[in-house]
């Protein structure tokens, strides 16, 4: 800087830099006036203007409140008004404590209250204030204050700024509000299409979360991918050796990968988060975002490794915890899921994810209701012309995180040509929980003339690891058993095992084993073999193709009910499931399934089989779900084909 004799020389040449937009320069200029003429009015005057301009209003309104001009009311609350902006900036940025993450963004709701009340205030400062309280209050996760601030707003008549439009958007998407989020998401971008200051959040990447949660499933794909395709992945900057990575490019990246796995594309969501967690493995975020792309894959070991992974290259906050609890869940490591929501709860409880945790946890852990109705008619030799079957279950709460207590009753019937049978059955159980195990043991208890026989069965489903699982099953009163051999007083222990491998939600294969002993003599043995892979991935739409093949064989023949010496059946198999209406918590999805091959018994040939099912579930709020389909089915029996339809209805209450 070139000396200048005089004040007015140095302050001129600091208004000439500041109206270039030379911030920094205009402030050296008038610092070094202050230091030569420390109480020049127009100089300390200047040095306040540029130092609130440059973002630094503490120091400003130190400075400000000092001067001759800070007598005047308006000239003083303008000053805390750009002080209150710069707790607004201030509260935006990352929490100076992660686990008191509301702590800048309560003080400045607080301090910016009082000047947005005050009556002696200025009408149009007032409003500002009110503006800013709408961004603290988001900040804060209290969306009811923002949106009763915004339905006042409203009636003032006050057209939002961009910036306000995006924070009462996120509010209402907290509340599941998306219907009146997307309009203001869009008229915000509409008017302020950015580049966004780098503190901020993208407006771009809410709106499209509003078009998922609105069902707008195509649009939410095709902005979001949009907005990822248009981020450069390494920025250049002045005075900067190398390349630095661009967080918007990172944000709408993971953003991407979070609507994928939301339209059912698990693959991409996981190829795409697994490429950015090797590109940059010390990213935390990252490596929580591919946890959970791997829990929705089937993987939850391996989730729950690289969430300790992250844990150690970042300080655990309430969104750790969450997904952490995630996991836990898939795993029936209950107790650890509820410390986790314990921490997230105590930590963040007003965020509305974690309120949306905490309420899924409160319906998983609560009571249970699992209702099924079969009702069919055909011309079958172990069902007779008409049958229905129906099973309640009603399960406790868990209790101690491990267990809960079960009441079951079942309902069979048929109308054979003898006559009508029926199978009465209800009892209690109980259901157990350990870490990647599941069990139970039920006693149920006869009600029906036919078989006085009380059932217990017990089994239990164990995960060994992401890709291998095991399930047994044992009941000493079988329904396994035909009602044609109920209807003659013949009863049976059956005991069943299977072990599956799955890669993934790609590819399976399963082995299941058979064996009922039936109270005539008769030992029946079967198997049965499956394979299952995806043919075609789209949005919320999955295509499976696969194979079947098995059998069984009997060591008596000529009993009152279909028991053939031997018999094998392959089938080829397509399942087509798609969801076809969902808005929020409001889903409707159907399912088409096909199998077509050949059933073969001894002495008999081989003859066409073929299954076919179509269902819809429709999901009218969280923990309630309805479903129905219509089957039917034609094989052999002894030579002569025959079929049978099936209507079946289900209800599930709970989680």
């Known amino acids: 800087m070139q000396v200048t004799a005089d004040a007015a020389s140095l302050l001129n040449q600091a208004r000439a830099a500041r109206e270039a937009g030379k911030r920094i320069e205009a402030l050296a200029y008038c ?11 127009e100089a300390r005057q200047l040095n306040v203007t540029l130092l609130s301009e440059l973002g630094a209003s503490t120091r400003a309104m130190e400075l400000g409140i000092t001067l001759p001009s800070a007598k005047d ?4 609350d303008r000053l805390i008004a750009d002080y209150d902006a710069h707790l607004v900036h201030w509260a935006r940025g990352e929490p100076a404590d992660a686990h008191h993450p509301y702590t800048e963004a309560d003080q400045a709701a607080a301090q910016i209250q009082r000047l947005a009340n005050d009556p002696s205030v200025p009408a149009d400062i007032r409003l500002r204030a009110t503006l800013d309280m709408l961004v603290v209050l988001d900040q804060a996760d209290r969306a009811d204050d923002v949106l009763a601030h915004y339905a006042e707003l409203k009636k003032q008549g006050v057209s939002l700024p961009p910036y306000a439009e995006q924070v009462v958007a996120d509010a209402m998407m907290q509340r599941h509000d998306a219907r009146d989020a997307v309009p203001l998401y869009e008229d915000s971008i509409r008017r302020d299409p950015g580049p966004y200051d780098p503190i901020e959040n993208d407006p771009r990447i809410g709106l499209a979360y509003a078009y998922l949660e609105d069902g707008r499933m195509h649009d939410a794909l095709s902005s979001i991918h949009a907005l990822a395709d248009s981020e450069a992945r390494w920025l250049h900057l002045r005075n900067v050796r190398g390349n630095t990575q661009n967080q918007r490019k990172v944000d709408a990246d993971t953003s991407a990968a979070v609507v994928e796995t939301d339209e059912g594309l698990l693959k991409t969501a996981y190829d795409r988060l697994a490429a950015m967690s090797a590109e940059a493995p010390g990213n935390a975020d990252i490596r929580r975002e591919l946890a959970m792309a791997e829990l929705e894959r089937g993987w939850p070991r391996r989730a729950m490794d690289t969430l300790r992974i992250a844990d150690t290259l970042d300080e655990r906050d309430a969104d750790a915890a969450l997904d952490q609890a995630t996991a836990h869940q898939a795993l029936y490591d209950f107790a650890a899921e509820e410390s986790n929501l314990a921490q997230a709860q105590e930590e963040a409880g007003r965020s509305g994810r974690v309120q949306d945790a905490q309420a899924a946890w409160d319906r998983y852990r609560g009571w249970q209701f699992d209702l099924t109705h079969d009702n069919g008619w055909g011309n079958n030799p172990d069902y007779g012309d008409r049958d229905e079957e129906t099973q309640a279950t009603l399960a406790s709460p868990l209790i101690d995180n491990h267990w809960r207590v079960l009441a079951l009753a079942q309902y069979a019937s048929a109308s054979l040509p003898e006559g009508e049978v029926s199978r009465e059955r209800a009892g209690l159980g109980v259901e157990g929980y350990l870490h990647a195990l599941q069990f139970y043991l039920e006693a149920l208890p006869s009600a029906d003339r036919f078989v006085k026989r009380t059932d217990v069965a017990a089994g239990f489903n164990w995960a060994i690891s992401d890709h291998w699982s095991w399930s047994t099953d044992w009941s000493s009163a079988s329904n396994d058993v035909p009602l044609r051999a109920q209807y003659y ?7 069943s095992t299977a072990v599956q491998w799955r890669a993934s939600e790609l590819t399976s294969t399963r082995l ?11 030992l029946r043995e079967g198997w049965l073999a499956d394979f299952v892979q995806r043919l075609h991935t789209a949005p919320n739409l999955t295509l499976d193709g ?38 929020a918590d409001r889903s409707w999805t159907q399912r088409i399934d096909l199998a077509v091959g050949g059933y073969q018994e001894l002495h008999y040939g081989t003859g066409l089989m073929v299954s076919a099912r179509y269902g819809q579930i429709f999901q009218p709020h969280l923990g309630l779900r309805f479903g129905w389909g219509v089957s039917w089915h034609y094989q052999p029996y002894d030579g002569r084909h025959e079929s049978r339809v099936v209507l079946d209805l289900t209800m599930h209450g709970g989680e």
């Not at 299941?512 to 008769?522: E, I, M």
């Not at 008596?556 to 076809?580: V, W």
């Open 31 to 41: 610092q070094e006036a202050l230091a030569r003429w420390p109480d020049n009015p």
């Open 73 to 76: 009311p308006a000239v003083r």
């Open 546 to 583: 696969g194979v079947e093949i098995g059998g069984s064989h009997n060591s008596d023949i000529d009993r009152p009910y279909f028991n053939p010496r031997d018999d094998h059946s392959y089938a080829l198999t397509g399942s087509l499931q798609n969801l076809f209406n969902q808005y």
């Open 489 to 495: 007083g013949i009863s049976g222990n059956s005991v």
């Open 512 to 522: 299941a084993l058979y064996r009922d002993c039936f109270s005539d003599g008769n």
